[in-house]
């Protein structure tokens, strides 16, 4: 009985670690925080974010990379207030990265696809027609126990 009970507590926090191991769903999209059952680090975000261009018109785009050591997830939002805002076009053949649906917009956010090791994944994002001082938020997770939940990263101003 005592080895069942062991067998179904490690096959349910591996489960739990791996849960999204192809991205996040639209259930993090308000908090950014993935479901491991591991707390978000506290510490500074020790990955760069560099923003391409940091002044866009509507509808004009920029790169956004996240890079530094070996990291196996990530999450990635610009926002206006609380909502996630313009689009991140991401290539079809793309094999790091898919777009989700957050806040009503299907292109809002950009989650990996696969738990492979990554240095540096660059995303296009597409300002809205909308104009203003919109935020960058990022989650990345080096693994499912350590990862750093909706850090602000710097500014996109759209006029």
């Given at each position: 009985?005592?080895?069942?009970?062991?067998?179904?507590?490690?096959?349910?926090?591996?489960?739990?670690?791996?849960?999204?191991?192809?991205?996040?769903?639209?259930?993090?999209?308000?908090?950014?925080?993935?479901?491991?059952?591991?707390?978000?680090?506290?510490?500074?975000?020790?990955?760069?974010?560099?923003?391409?261009?940091?002044?866009?018109?509507?509808?004009?785009?920029?790169?956004?990379?996240?890079?530094?050591?070996?990291?196996?997830?990530?999450?990635?939002?610009?926002?206006?207030?609380?909502?996630?805002?313009?689009?991140?076009?991401?290539?079809?053949?793309?094999?790091?990265?898919?777009?989700?649906?957050?806040?009503?917009?299907?292109?809002?956010?950009?989650?990996?696809?696969?738990?492979?090791?990554?240095?540096?994944?660059?995303?296009?994002?597409?300002?809205?027609?909308?104009?203003?001082?919109?935020?960058?938020?990022?989650?990345?997770?080096?693994?499912?126990?350590?990862?750093?939940a909706k850090q602000n990263v710097g500014n996109i101003v759209v006029n």
């Amino acid at each position: 009985m005592f080895r069942f009970v062991s067998a179904f507590v490690v096959l349910s926090v591996a489960t739990c670690a791996w849960a999204y191991s192809d991205g996040a769903p639209t259930a993090v999209c308000d908090d950014m925080t993935p479901k491991h059952p591991f707390e978000p680090q506290k510490s500074k975000l020790p990955y760069t974010v560099s923003i391409e261009k940091s002044s866009l018109k509507p509808g004009e785009e920029t790169d956004i990379t996240i890079s530094g050591k070996e990291f196996k997830g990530f999450l990635i939002q610009v926002r206006n207030g609380e909502k996630a805002i313009g689009s991140f076009e991401i290539d079809p053949r793309d094999k790091n990265a898919k777009n989700v649906a957050c806040h009503g917009s299907p292109k809002s956010a950009a989650t990996h696809t696969n738990a492979s090791p990554k240095k540096s994944v660059t995303l296009k994002w597409k300002a809205p027609q909308q104009k203003g001082n919109f935020e960058v938020y990022v989650t990345v997770a080096t693994d499912g126990a350590q990862f750093w939940a909706k850090q602000n990263v710097g500014n996109i101003v759209v006029n």
